[in-house]
């Protein structure tokens, strides 16, 4: 039998309107004291809900058999295409509790958007952007009860997609899981540093022109690791990836974008070329900035360049941003020929203000002049 298809003239216009998702309530939820000791110190990550969303999509029925059902492994045939060509997407994104014990996702459509342009680099079927915003306030209007109360407790949401036919030849596939799953999480750095260290590796690249930089897919995460390990070796938090040309302009982190703060009170940070994922927090500091009535550009820093002016002073505070670790100062950058300080090595003026800013807009507790806050409860 056919399945009734999902696509944007098929959804509810506004969040009282008859829901889409068929609910099927997990038969053994986690006690509400057990939960509440998970959500004490959640750490990043490793404490994840009771339901998640799937959708499922093939040729026939279009976007389809859309539910909120338990958190449980998926049976999934070994020749998956997704296990072979590695198609796979997903998105990262957070639900905040407001001052009246409600709850808010911050620019949803941003990340619906994204997600679609994602898929349409790998070769997939697009998503309908309402429908992954409506999947995510589906899911944390069931899982509200999981976010953390404690000082910087979120529920982290994780969208994601895959090929799930079953063959074996590379093309694109036909068959598509969507699922969306979340985690109550805290702080994304441990240990109360001031400010990180970044290793710029020097040895492996990220992303190249014509490639897969833009888009956020699980194999420029997986081609970082060896970078990642590489800098944790050398004592640093994260590592600063150079261009994959020449190698000395700066990018991105492993998993976050870069700013850079002047003695004149400009920031600048690397242009989005195709090589960096163009990241919501990134483009929401930008916008916070210059409402601010700061300088804001977006232009090509190369390495030496930014330790000369780390030197002379003209550097004075540098942070990366995402939306697992917000804004994060950045104290010391490590290479192969030396280490440099950034400004204090510690948090600047500028970077606490922005930070503020955003994580104040975040969790309604401050006016929201962009209508960025989407209220789920």
Known sequence: MQQNRLDAHSLPSDATSAPVFAIEPHATPIPL????AMLV?????RVFTDHMVTIRYNERDGWHDAKIVARAPFQMDSASAVLHYAQEIFEGMKAYRLPDGGAALFRPFENAARFRRSAERMAMIPLPEALFVESVRALVRQEAGWIPEIDGGALYLRPFMIASEVFLGVKPSTEYLYAVIA???????KGGAPAVTLWVTQDYTRAAPGGTGAAKCGGNYASSLIAQAEATRHGCDQVLFLDAIERRWIEEL?????????????IATPPLTGTILPGITRDSLMILARDMGLDVREAPYAIEQCRADAGSGRLVEAFACGTAAVVTPIGTMKMRDGDFRIGSGGPGQTTVRLRQALIDLQRGTAPDPHNWLERVL
């Open 41 to 45: 110190d959640p750490g990043f990550g």
């Open 254 to 266: 492993g998993g976050m974008n870069i700013f850079f703060v002047f003695d004149d009170g400009s």
């Open 33 to 36: 004291d057990e939960r509440s």
């Open 183 to 189: 985690s109550s999480v805290g702080a994304y750095f």
